[in-house]
């Protein structure tokens, strides 16, 4: 299930971003300072000492981030805890990392698969199991072929296993495993879903945006994040490695993967 040349590039992409994040911090705190230092209106000392808080509570936050990062990625100490605080800081500086990867020539798609990477190895660091009922596999539309007549957004188990796309191999997984299985057009109804059927986990099938968004959305529900294939381009005829579902619903149940 882990790709060790990727997870070392997605652990390489966060800490190079949170550093040069921080680096910009600590030169917007000298910045506030010198203001602060230089200026002796009342209205400009006081927004300068907000700001300077604000500032300095981001670098703080970010560097307890990449230090988590490394106790995530070493597997000694509490990586749970350090998990978590990597998520929590990363879900709210994801919008200023895709400026600054803009900066470094980083997309925001490989920001976002970074993102979901680490997510999933904080997922795995915890140790809840789950009855295979509370888990949910959800999988986007454009997974079944395009060209099917068969209905399987209601239910899957619609699907006739012609095997023209994974879907076959998906409702074989459902029937031998007894997890949850719905197919959804799109990240409002996967929300609605998760909402409708309480899952204690997910396992989440989608391409970088849908993930990333749809991770960040769960809030502590353990999501692992799967990315699809697109062979056709996006939205039509994708794929997935029905092997990495698999070994998610595994990990959820059994704890092994
Ligand atoms: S495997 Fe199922 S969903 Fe896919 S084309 Fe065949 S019948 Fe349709």
């Known amino acids: 299930m882990y790709d060790e040349k990727s997870m070392r590039e997605d652990k390489g992409i966060l800490t190079g971003l949170l550093a040069l994040m921080m680096a910009a911090g600590l030169a917007a705190v000298t910045a506030v300072l010198y203001l602060l230092v230089t200026n002796e209106h009342l209205f400009v000392r006081i927004a300068t000492i907000v700001l300077l808080t604000l500032v300095a509570a981001s670098v703080i936050a970010m560097a307890a981030a990449l230090v988590s990062v490394l106790v995530l990625y070493s597997g000694r100490g509490n990586t749970e805890a350090a998990g978590r605080l990597v998520i929590m800081t990363l879900n709210k500086m994801l919008v200023p990392a895709f400026a600054f990867g803009k900066l470094i020539g980083l997309s925001r798609e490989r920001i976002q698969r970074a993102y979901a990477g680490i997510n999933n190895r904080v ?9 295979p009922e509370d888990v949910l596999v959800l999988l986007p539309h454009c997974i079944q072929y395009s060209g099917c007549k068969h209905r399987i957004t209601g239910d899957i188990y619609n699907c006739a296993q012609c095997g023209r796309c994974t879907v076959a191999d998906i409702v074989k997984l459902g029937r031998g ?35 990333c968004s749809g991770i960040r959305d769960t809030g502590l529900l353990p999501v692992i994040g799967i ?31």
């Open 227 to 257: 990315l699809n294939e697109r062979p056709h381009g996006p939205c039509r005829d994708t794929r997935v490695d029905v092997g990495k579902v698999a070994s998610a619903v595994k990990f959820f149940t059994d704890g092994r993967y």
């Open 177 to 211: 495993t007894g997890v949850n299985i719905k197919m959804v057009p799109g990240g409002t109804l996967a929300r609605k879903i998760i909402k409708e059927t309480r899952p204690k986990a997910v396992v989440a099938v989608a391409c970088e945006n849908d993930l």
């Open 123 to 131: 997922v795995f660091a915890g140790k809840q199991r789950f009855k």
